[in-house]
């Protein structure tokens, strides 16, 4: 059962009492009672998702809206615990053709997708990483900046060196430093021209159907990142936020994504796998269609103005208005939750 079926939101701050509300309930069985700090994220996904539908004139309870990814959305955020507030993961609104109308016409719904930005999959990997003890902060290689690979003495590794000579050069190459539980020290190296086989596979998924893929195809077989942001013909078919402003930082993000992939991780429930897995796709094909700029917005919209905390444990308790502005401090979780007839009374 839709465990929104019920809700019928008139406003972003009923909104979100309705779907977090609902949503922490039916995942008790599964993570326990949610925290605060989780109720904040589901929030903050919530008042990210209601930009982003009234840029389309709709809301919450518009019917061409699928409220199902708007669950899935809001459980991801919890579960996970990322806040779009920390830059940690942002939503993209897409078109869907799902079958047909009773009058003929194609049936076209709006899907919300959530994306990791590369600080909260790195945040899942300190989480769930099989015998990870710690992440440490990525290391971003510039052109210009001194850097030695690591070297191996015997099965002693000697560690990579690295001089930064300033922030703004391209980016050669992005460093991610893993502890493990037994104290080794693993770093994670992924080159920029590794970015060249994910816009590959997104323009090979952007050319299904269509009658020029195989000639497009065998076209980029050989190039570099630089000639497949460059050429003319190809350029247009590659996801905007590698070529626009943001194109460095998109370049980053797939960096670290890149370096940490292979990298096993250990879920703590099967929910945990199925939403990590049903939304860490290849993200640049829910992208495509937005220019850099909105994407960019996207991942960088203000949400919940809510204060950065030493730890998850001593996170806010906040209640909002109908901007999504927090308003005063909750004494408790189920204070997050009134009920809504008696403030809209």
Do not use: C
């Given at each position: 059962m839709n465990e929104v079926a019920k809700a019928k939101p008139k406003s972003l701050m009923q909104a979100q009492r309705d779907y977090v509300g609902a949503i922490g309930k039916g995942l008790e069985s599964i993570i326990g009672n949610i925290d605060n700090y989780q109720a904040v994220c589901g929030y903050n996904i919530l008042a990210q998702i209601n930009v982003q539908l009234a840029k389309d004139g709709l809301t919450f309870t518009s019917p061409e809206v699928d409220k199902e990814t708007i669950n899935n959305a809001i459980k991801y955020v919890i579960v996970y615990r990322l806040n779009?507030?920390?830059?940690?993961?942002?939503?993209?609104?897409?078109?869907?053709?799902?079958?047909?109308?009773?009058?003929?016409?194609?049936?076209?719904v709006k899907v919300i997708e959530?994306?990791?930005?590369?600080?909260?999959?790195?945040?899942?990997?300190?989480?769930?990483?099989?015998?990870?003890?710690?992440?440490?902060?990525?290391?971003?290689?510039?052109?210009?900046?001194?850097?030695?690979?690591?070297?191996?003495?015997?099965?002693?590794?000697?560690?990579?060196?690295?001089?930064?000579?300033?922030?703004?050069g391209k980016v050669r190459l992005v460093v991610v430093p893993i502890k493990y539980k037994d104290g080794f020290i693993d770093y994670r190296i992924a080159e920029r021209e590794s970015v060249a086989t994910n816009i590959k596979a997104q323009i090979k998924q952007s050319l299904m159907g269509k009658s020029n893929k195989e000639e497009v195809l065998a076209k980029i077989t050989d190039m570099t990142l630089e000639q497949l942001l460059t050429d003319k013909t190809i350029a247009p078919l590659v996801n905007d936020t590698y070529t626009g402003l943001s194109s460095e930082e998109m370049i980053i993000t797939k960096l670290v994504l890149n370096a940490v992939k292979r990298v096993q991780i250990d879920y703590s429930s099967a929910l945990a796998r199925e939403l990590n897995e049903?939304?860490?796709?290849?993200?640049?094909?829910?992208?495509?269609?937005?220019?850099?700029?909105?994407?960019?917005?996207?991942?960088?919209?203000?949400?919940?103005?809510?204060?950065?905390?030493?730890?998850?444990?001593?996170?806010?308790?906040?209640k909002v208005d109908d901007e999504g502005v927090v308003t005063k401090v909750a004494n408790d979780i189920n204070s997050l939750f009134d009920d809504p007839s008696e403030e809209d009374a």
């Open positions: 779009t507030d920390n830059k940690e993961v942002f939503t993209i609104v897409r078109n869907e053709k799902r079958g047909k109308k009773p009058n003929g016409t194609d049936n076209w959530v994306k990791p930005q590369y600080k909260g999959q790195l945040k899942i990997l300190a989480t769930y990483g099989r015998n990870v003890a710690k992440v440490y902060p990525e290391w971003i290689v510039r052109e210009g900046d001194d850097f030695k690979y690591q070297t191996f003495k015997g099965v002693e590794v000697i560690p990579p060196e690295w001089q930064p000579h300033g922030t703004d049903k939304t860490f796709d290849n993200a640049d094909v829910y992208v495509k269609g937005h220019n850099a700029e909105e994407v960019l917005a996207m991942a960088n919209a203000p949400m919940l103005d809510v204060k950065e905390v030493e730890s998850v444990d001593a996170a806010p308790e906040v």
